[in-house]
Nanobody, 121 residues
């Protein structure tokens, strides 16, 4: 019954800001990598930002300097602060949590159902 639920998607103007939230339940992700991915119409799902359990973050080149990922592990939540939004940021944003199964690196990914972000004038 592991579940990840995103919230915060909205219609915003170019240059605006938005904060996405993801709440996980059914299992703790405090020791695991969590992050955000997005999928625009006609495109493949891509990584936006991820953060491991000790706070090390990685960002897609397209969002560096504009987006910030953060976590509150005791709440089992992850956030994405998005600033200086551009029309090309328009996509469905998905929350992800990865559980590593063994030392060889096999993993299982858990996904939320997504929240829509539309950037348009």
């Amino acid at each position: 019954q592991v579940q990840l639920v995103e919230s915060g998607g909205d219609l915003v103007q170019p240059g605006g800001s938005l904060r996405l939230s993801c709440a996980a339940s059914g299992r703790s992700f405090s020791r695991n990598v969590m992050g955000w991915y997005r999928q625009a119409p006609g495109k493949q799902r891509e990584m936006v930002a991820i953060m491991d359990s000790d706070g090390t973050a990685k960002y897609a080149d397209s969002v560096k300097g504009r987006f910030t990922i953060s976590r509150e592990n005791f709440k089992n939540t992850v956030y994405l602060q998005m600033n200086s939004l551009k029309p090309e940021d328009t996509a469905v944003y998905y929350c992800n949590g990865r559980i590593v199964i063994n030392v060889e690196g096999a993993a299982r990914d858990y996904w939320g159902k997504g929240t829509l972000v539309t950037v348009s004038a």
